[in-house]
């Protein structure tokens, strides 16, 4: 506290290195406008190892984007109001699904939404930070009263204190990537206004970081565990409860819960890259009916609420964990940009390369380029250092490992889509299966109207089939045959004794052996499915065959069928009725398919018949 005057010095270098990565990001947005920021940036230049370090550490990041911002504000509500206090982890949970919610309508939507509690927190923070000038320049700025201190936060001063604070405040940087990674979200032209935004929005962080810096050394704040620093500044200047004071930390609370929202903007598009990459899995890719990559969202929602969980929504334990994936990717980033300006100046004039991502265009400023994305490499760098050593104890190990872990999963991911795509390349015909004929088998657990489907089913399809039973309980099993007996009537049924009760393992073994037996030929299993109309009452029944399924599909030579039984409520009386195909049904469709084929087949004939000489038009419909 002796050494709070130390703040103001501290607050000026950050300033200093937002200002150098500023500049130098805006040269990556110019360079790339497809946007991908870091992780497209290390792609290109520097490789794929470096591109998925980038990639990690940004995933990371945005997903601690959220536990932070969403913690943080929480925090100011309990400023506010001390009795929310023990509510701090369901209040963030529920934050975290409301944005969630509010972002799988669109992105549109969503920016339209945060829109305006952005504008109402620049326009009352501006407006307090002017009366605290004011009433500091007249003398009246009172000091911060009734904050209990943060004991745990006392230490001597020392160089690694110093050098702690500086990269705690360095957090603030972190969401200058955003903006190089979403360029396609800005309106055309998009680099322009990209670049547009990134420069209004680091003037206006190193004002507003500069000046409460500034208010916060004057009224004396102090840590506290009960009370944000934006508080003690609004109540020193307004008075506790006054309008004004609400306004001040409503507006704050909310821009700490609306940043959230750039998380939820570039995890899943920079999740997205790295899937069609083969890096992360392809359902992240799949785009909603709002156009929105739905897997990709729920995804950061999850990890971000299990994170809030865990850390008990605690700012101060999150912070250590939070900026030393986004400075590891300042730093790849910037150190590409060098390599990206070094290919430039080997171009001679009015030379073009035209890659994936960007363009290389000759420009005799090159080497002005280079050097300002040197300086910004080795600043972020440095940061990235003290900031892994200053809070390495309080939980940036953590970090350090994760990211190498994440490393090690994507590239195993990638090794496996790749191995896939080798075993679906039609090079390898040495892989493909020679069959002579197909023996179609199927699964009972009893005789019923869904049996009576299967079995029609399996007729129609003209092979020699087979059903098989597993008897888990011998009274069922005694009355499944009497009732095929009865209703079926041929001597196809066998039954598998399981004295265990278990039901996929005899299955397996049965269909294992039948491969053994007929090794020229594909057995063909049929499943039942029970399909209901509506979640509810399908999740009341045991969806046995979805389990089958997936327990005989990875069986070479063997295909799984399933056929469902739709049962549905009757819209006037609400009983419930089933639609069983026949085996005349399955006939007549199969004779319309073949009919309608062969007309297809007569009028491309016809058509070849009746074309008309070059040059000259039919004149016929």
């Not at 703040?7 to 270098?13: E, G, N, Q």
């Not at 960007?358 to 090159?366: C, G, Q």
Request: charged letters at 15%; a positive charge.
């Amino acid at each position: 506290m002796a050494y709070l005057g130390l703040s103001v010095p501290i607050a000026i270098a950050i300033s200093i290195l937002l200002i150098i990565v500023t500049i130098s990001y805006r040269q990556t947005i110019y360079a790339y406008p497809n946007g991908g920021g870091a992780y497209i940036v290390a792609r290109e230049n520097l490789g794929e190892t470096a591109a998925l370090v980038a990639g990690s550490a940004l995933l990371t990041d945005y997903i601690l984007t959220v536990a932070v911002s969403i913690s943080s504000g929480v925090a100011q509500i309990v400023s506010a109001f001390p009795s929310l206090a023990d509510y701090r982890v369901p209040m963030a949970v529920g934050i975290i699904g409301l944005i969630t919610i509010v972002n799988l309508r669109g992105v549109k939507e969503s920016g339209s939404i945060f829109a305006i509690p952005t504008y109402f927190f620049v326009v009352i923070m501006f407006m307090t930070l002017a009366i605290g000038f004011y009433q500091w320049a007249t003398g009246t700025l009172g000091v911060v009263t009734g904050v209990e201190f943060a004991t745990e936060t006392a230490a001597p001063l020392t160089l690694f204190l110093i050098l702690r604070a500086f990269s705690s405040g360095s957090a603030a940087l972190t969401g200058i990537e955003a903006i190089s990674n979403g360029i396609t979200a800005f309106r055309e032209p998009k680099s322009r206004n990209a670049a547009t935004t990134l420069i209004v929005m680091s003037t206006l962080l190193v004002v507003l970081f500069l000046s409460i810096t500034f208010i916060a050394r004057h009224i004396e704040a102090i840590p506290s565990h009960e009370e944000t620093i934006i508080s003690q500044i609004a109540r020193t200047i307004y008075g506790d409860g006054n309008i004004l004071y609400l306004m001040v930390i409503a507006g704050t609370a909310l821009i700490l819960l609306m940043a959230a929202n750039t998380s939820y903007a570039d995890f899943p598009r920079l999740a997205a890259l790295q899937a069609a990459d083969g890096f992360l899995p392809r359902q992240l890719t799949y785009r909603g009916g709002r156009l929105v990559f739905s897997w990709g969202i729920m995804t950061l929602a999850l990890a971000a609420s299990l994170l809030v969980i865990v850390m008990r929504a605690s700012t101060t334990a999150l912070i250590p964990l939070y900026a030393i994936g986004v400075f590891l990717s300042f730093t790849l980033s910037q150190s590409g940009m060098v390599i990206h300006a070094m290919k430039i100046g080997k171009l001679k004039p009015g030379e073009k390369i035209e890659s994936q991502e960007s363009v290389l265009e000759y420009d005799k400023n090159w080497r002005v380029h280079m050097a300002i994305s040197a300086v910004g490499a080795v600043c972020t760098f440095v940061v990235m250092l003290i900031f892994a050593v200053t809070k390495f104890v309080s939980g940036a190990w953590f970090v350090l490992v994760l990211i190498p872990a994440l490393v090690f999963l994507f590239s195993r991911i990638h090794r496996h889509y790749k191995d896939v795509a080798q075993a679906l390349s039609l090079e390898n015909q040495h892989y493909q299966i020679h069959t002579e004929r197909v023996i179609t088998l199927l699964l009972v657990d009893g005789v019923h109207m869904g049996t009576l489907q299967m079995v029609n089913f399996a007729k129609s399809l003209g092979n020699p089939w087979k059903a098989i039973h597993v008897g888990v309980n011998p009274e069922r099993s005694k009355i499944t045959q009497e009732k095929w007996d009865k209703y079926i009537g041929d001597d196809n049924l066998q039954i598998i004794q399981s004295p265990y009760r278990h039901l996929l393992a005899p299955i397996r073994e049965y269909v294992m052996n039948l491969l053994r037996e007929n090794p020229d030929a594909i057995v063909h299993i049929v499943l039942g499915h029970l399909a209901m109309d509506s979640v509810m009452t399908q999740a009341l029944h045991q969806n046995s065959s979805l389990i089958l399924n997936l327990g005989l599909t990875g069986l070479e030579r063997v295909v799984v069928t399933v056929v469902p039984l739709q049962i549905r409520h009757d819209e006037e009386g609400g009983d419930m009725n089933v639609n069983v195909l026949t085996r005349d049904d399955l006939r007549r469709a199969r004779h319309e398919r073949e009919l309608n084929e062969r007309r297809n087949a007569d009028a491309r004939r016809a058509q070849k018949t009746h074309k008309p000489p070059p040059g000259k038009k039919s004149s016929g419909p």
